[in-house]
């Protein structure tokens, strides 16, 4: 949370002083998205190697879309250039997973594993910051195309709960991120825009690199 309140700080700052020095335009956003939110490797990166009794076996991976929400807030410096800062949840995801747990010593390959399947099921969500350099392509009067450049702070929370098995993660990860935007200004202070987003982070091998595509509405002051 330290980052998130510095880079705020700054980008507050920076558009202090660039106000003071030349002509901007303001605008705020929310809206809506659909994230990817896919496991890399639950046996090595989740904790559930560590369950008794192992041998354990996940037949499938946590593999989701949950619908989340952003809010931003953007500075353009000429209809060229621009900054923008977000806030971004990914929403919660549930799965459940079939898990089969060894409760015999022998590890003779050519002898019948005895054992119990079971379901885990799992809750995952993320969270953070993502700051973007916003370099933007007018395509007409109302209609504009923008590359989003930045890096991102974000923090996941992974749990899991079953008969006799329950644990939880919570792991933070900051990398690069970029995007795409597309934006269609409706009236003279509103727009809506479509979003594509990719971000360069996998809270230390737990996901694969989320991908996001959305939609908002902007006031522009």
Not at 40 to 69: H, K, M, R
Not at 123 to 128: I, L, P, R, V
Not at 203 to 219: A, Q, V
Request: charged share 15%; net charge negative; glycine share 10%.
């Amino acid at each position: 949370m330290s980052k998130a309140c510095i880079w705020i700080a700054g980008f507050l700052v920076l558009i202090t002083v660039r106000s003071a020095t030349a002509e901007i335009s303001w605008y705020l956003g929310a809206g809506g998205a659909i994230t990817s939110l896919e496991s890399a490797d639950f046996s090595d990166t989740s904790g559930l190697d560590s369950v008794p009794n192992a041998v354990v076996t996940i037949s499938q991976e946590f593999d989701g879309g949950p619908f989340g929400w952003r809010i931003f807030a953007g500075v353009n410096f000429s209809e060229n250039f621009g900054l923008t800062l977000k806030y971004s949840n990914s929403g919660n995801y549930e799965d459940d997973w079939l898990v089969f747990t060894r409760t015999d010593d022998d590890m003779d390959p050519m002898t019948p594993p005895v054992g119990t399947n079971y379901f885990l099921i799992g809750e995952s969500s993320f969270d953070g910051y993502t700051v973007y350099a916003a370099p933007t392509i007018p395509l007409g009067e109302r209609l504009a195309f923008t590359v989003q450049l930045g890096w991102t702070s974000q923090e996941i929370d992974f749990s899991w709960n079953s008969v006799g098995n329950s644990g939880s993660i919570s792991r933070s990860d900051s990398g690069f991120a970029c995007g795409a935007l597309l934006r269609y200004k409706f009236l003279s202070h509103w727009a809506v825009s479509t979003e594509f987003e990719w971000l360069l982070i996998d809270f230390d091998n737990l996901i694969n690199l989320p991908i996001s595509f959305g939609i908002n509405l902007e006031y522009h002051f």
